[in-house]
């Protein structure tokens, strides 16, 4: 789809979305086109007042827009729990959306329970929350996981098997290694629900300013970021197609990587990409190694004989680490 826009979405009369991090950046903005295409939001987010705030902005974008508000604190897995159960015992979710993140924390810190905060809050809090209300997610006839990861994946840094940088922590490493979980996750729930209705995809946006830029790195980067946003970042609006598309279109197929067309991946229409690999660090002069070429239909799907889509068997090296991890925050529904 060379030319989609929001524009293109089609009638969602009837379908609930439920956004984490729907208060700002491309969560809100997902909830604006939604709405405007019919569906009711779900608006989840750690605070009520700027809950309440992007309500009331969705709301102004599209008079008759439907909305609520869900507190949801994904970095305390009581305040996921509670989340969960209420939307689990009343709800359908016909669009889940794994939106909210943070990123370039400047120093380790911890979730409330024990866990780095950027795996913790962007992979291991999504992973326990989708658990927990999947049975709203099983009430649709034809529901979908969107997760969002990141270009981020592919970059050389972050160890898998120091999953929560104990042994290390730089703020970009653990935040690349909390993007190739996403990955892994989706990889992992589309094989669980190959024979359901379900469709999980995951996608990256590109880059834009949004509020997951609040943390910086000192004044370097408090120059550097806003020159950046300038120069090379796409809209916050445009940053939400790929989410929009992979929740709406048609045309996907679960396990799709799907992120912005442009050559650079930074911003334009949203296709289905290569899933990033990660890049190898060069050795011996020798250049880095890098995607394989984009390709129009490019799913997550397992290949022959029980390999990942980065080669690797299944059960092999640190990327298995992330399952059982993940597994030991929340038991996984049959």
Known sequence: MDHWTADDIPDQTGRTALITGGNGGNGLESARALARHGARVILAGRSQTKLDQAAEAVRAATHEARTDTLVLDLSDLSSVRDAATRIAETETVDLLFNNAGVINLPERRTTHDGFEMTVGTNHLGHFAFDAQVWPAVRRSSAPRVVTVSAIAARWPIGRLDDLMSEEGYRAMGAYAKSKRANIVYTLELARRTASSPVEALVVHPGSAMTGLQRHG??????????????????????????????????????????????????????QARQTPRRRRRPRGGQAAVGNEPAAHRCPLRPRRRGRHPDGRLRGQGPTALLIPTALEVARWPT
């Not at 939400?240 to 996907?252: E, Q």
């Open 217 to 270: 790195n000192g004044a370097l980067s408090r120059v550097v970021t806003p020159i950046a946003a300038r120069l090379l970042m796409g809209s916050a609006e445009g940053a939400a197609w790929p989410s929009l598309y992979a929740a709406t279109s048609p045309y996907v197929q679960w396990g799709q990587f799907i992120g912005p067309a442009g050559r650079d991946q930074t911003s334009g229409a949203p």
